[in-house]
C-alpha cells in the first residue's frame, strides 16, 4: 500500500475547505460593513488614532484588494484543484466503466410486483422491449436459448456535476482576479459642449487618457415642486479621431457602454463662464447690472441711496451663492442677504421670507435685487469602470448553474432486463442501481413497468 502524501492531502482535505470558506464570508461581511476605500474617509476620522491605526494596518479598509484575501482565494483555489485531482480519476474510471446485460446477481432479491408474465414469446418481447427501450437511451442486449437480457444506462456524466461547480469557482476567482488587475474605477466631469478623455482614478491613484473623447452635448435636469433635483441626464457623444463613433443618453442608473467601458450619471454641477452679477430691478424691469465683489458700491439716485455688499458667499448655509446687502438711505439703514437660487429656496421653505426678513430680497422696496452669472454652464460627473473580468465571471456563474443542475437533478442510473421462458409464456424482470436519487429509480422502473402492461393489455 502506497503511502499519502501528507501535503497533498491536507490540501485536498475537505476540513480545510470548510475552513476558507468561513474565513472568505467573515472577510466579506466586514467588507460590506467597514466603508472600503475612498468611502471609508468619514468613517476613518470618527474613530480614535490608534484604532484606525490597527485598521488600517490589517487592510480592512481595502479588503478586497489586501494580499491576505488574495492568498485566502488562492489557497481555496488550489484546495479546489488538488480536491479535483484526487477525484476525477475515480470518476472517469465510473463513467468509462460498461456493465454487462447477464447480471443474474442483480435478480435475486427483487420484489414480486417487478416481474410480470407475458403471454407472448421470448424473442417477440425482447425485440419489442428492446425498441421501447431504444426510444431514448442506447440499449445492450444479449441472447440465450432460454432467456435474454437487456441493459439501458443514462447519466453517467453526473459523475462530474461537482467538478463542474469547482471549475465554475475557479473561473469565477479567475474573472474577480482579472478585473481587479486589468480594470479601474474613476471620474470625470465635462463641461456642457466641451469634451475629455481623462478619468480621474478612484482613490487618487492619478489619471488614465482614454484613446478616445467624450462630448457632453446637453445637460438635462427636472426639479420638483419643492426644489429637489427629479431626474438629470446627459447626452453624450463618443470620438475618435474627432468622428462620431456612438451617441448615448446617460441617466441615474441606465448607464451607457463604450469601448468596454461603462459610463455611469454620478454628480453635476454648474461652473460660472463669466463674473457674478447683481441686478436691480423695478417692477419686473431691469435698471441696473453690478459685478459682484467685497466693498463694492454703488448707488440708487432715485431713492438716494447707497448700497455696498459687504460679504460675498459661495454657499452661504448650503443654500449656494449669496451676496450681503447693506443699504444707507434717507429712510434709515437696513441689511439683508440676496441669494442665488431664491426661487428654489422658497420652494422647498414656503414662507421664509416672512420668517426671515435678511432673506428678502425686496426688503428695500421697491426694488428687488437678484444674483446670477454673467454667464454659467453645466457640467457632467460621470463614474468610469472598466471591468473585463464581468464576461469571465459571468461564464463561470453559468458553469455553476449547468454543475448544480447536474449535481442535484441527475444520476447515473442503470436498468437491467432478464427475459426468460416459462412454458408457452415470458417472464419480464426489471431492476436498478442509480448512484443516487433512488426515488427517480424506482419511478422510471414502475413506467417501465407499467409500460410492459399496458403493452399487454393492449394486445389482447
Not at 476620522?45 to 494580499?67: K, M
Not at 479546489?80 to 432479491?109: I, M, Y
Not at 454543475?403 to 424482470?429: A, N, P, Y
Not at 442509480?434 to 407499467?450: C, P, W
Request: glycine fraction near 8%; hydrophobic fraction near 45%.
Amino acid at each position: 500500500m502506497s503511502k499519502k502524501n501528507p501535503v497533498r492531502t491536507f490540501f485536498a482535505s475537505v476540513k480545510l475547505a470548510i475552513v476558507l470558506l468561513v474565513l472568505i464570508s467573515m472577510a466579506s461581511i466586514l467588507g460590506t460593513l467597514i466603508p472600503q476605500q475612498e468611502a471609508a474617509g468619514p468613517f476613518i476620522n470618527r474613530l480614535s488614532p490608534s484604532v484606525a491605526d490597527i485598521l488600517r494596518g490589517l487592510q480592512l479598509f481595502n479588503i478586497f484588494h489586501s494580499p491576505w484575501f488574495i492568498i485566502l482565494l488562492a489557497l481555496l483555489a488550489l484546495n479546489l484543484v488538488v480536491c479535483s485531482l484526487n477525484r476525477v480519476p475515480l470518476a472517469w474510471t465510473r463513467f468509462r466503466q460498461k456493465s454487462e446485460p447477464d447480471r443474474d446477481d442483480l435478480f435475486e432479491t427483487i420484489p414480486p410486483d417487478q416481474v410480470v408474465v407475458k403471454e407472448t414469446s421470448l424473442s417477440e418481447e425482447t425485440d419489442r422491449l428492446e425498441k421501447l427501450l431504444g426510444k431514448k437511451d442506447r440499449v445492450g442486449r444479449k441472447d440465450m436459448d432460454d432467456r435474454s437480457y437487456l441493459y439501458v444506462e443514462k447519466g453517467a456524466y453526473s459523475y462530474f456535476g461537482v467538478y463542474c461547480v469547482h471549475l465554475s469557482i475557479l473561473v469565477m476567482m479567475a474573472g474577480v482576479i482579472i478585473g481587479s488587475f486589468l480594470g479601474f474605477e474613476g471620474y470625470m466631469d465635462i463641461t456642457e459642449g466641451e469634451s475629455s478623455a481623462v478619468v480621474a482614478l478612484q482613490g487618487g491613484r492619478g489619471a488614465k487618457n482614454l484613446d478616445f473623447a467624450i462630448r457632453c452635448d446637453r445637460f438635462f435636469i427636472d426639479f420638483y415642486e419643492n426644489g429637489a433635483p427629479k431626474t438629470y441626464r446627459s447626452d453624450l457623444t463618443f470620438l475618435k479621431a474627432g468622428s462620431t463613433v456612438q451617441s448615448s443618453s446617460v441617466l441615474v442608473n441606465h448607464p451607457a457602454s463604450f469601448a468596454g467601458m461603462r459610463f455611469y450619471q454620478a454628480s453635476y454641477g454648474m461652473i460660472p463662464t463669466g463674473d457674478p452679477v447683481m441686478t436691480v430691478a423695478l417692477d419686473d424691469k431691469k435698471i441696473k447690472d453690478v459685478q459682484v465683489a467685497v466693498g463694492m458700491e454703488f448707488e440708487i439716485p432715485e431713492k438716494k441711496a447707497k448700497v455696498e455688499m459687504t460679504r460675498v458667499e459661495e454657499n452661504l448655509m448650503g443654500m449656494g451663492p449669496a451676496v450681503k446687502l447693506s443699504i444707507q438711505s434717507p429712510a434709515g439703514h437696513i441689511q439683508f442677504w440676496v441669494f442665488q437660487a431664491i426661487e428654489q429656496i422658497m420652494q422647498a421653505n414656503p414662507g421664509i421670507l416672512e420668517q426671515v426678513t435678511l432673506f428678502n430680497p425686496g426688503l428695500f422696496e421697491p426694488y428687488v435685487f437678484s444674483l446670477g452669472q454673467a454667464g454659467s454652464r453645466y457640467y457632467t460627473g460621470l463614474q468610469v469602470t472598466r471591468d473585463p473580468g464581468v464576461p469571465v465571471v459571468a461564464a463561470g456563474a453559468a458553469l455553476m448553474m449547468i454543475g448544480l443542475m447536474i449535481v442535484f437533478f441527475c444520476s447515473h442510473r442503470q436498468i437491467w432486463i432478464r427475459l426468460d421462458t416459462r412454458g408457452e409464456k415470458t417472464r419480464i424482470s426489471i431492476t436498478g442501481k442509480s448512484n443516487r436519487d433512488a426515488v427517480g429509480l424506482n419511478r422510471e422502473i414502475r413506467k417501465l413497468l407499467d409500460a410492459v402492461i399496458l403493452n399487454r393489455e393492449s394486445a389482447t
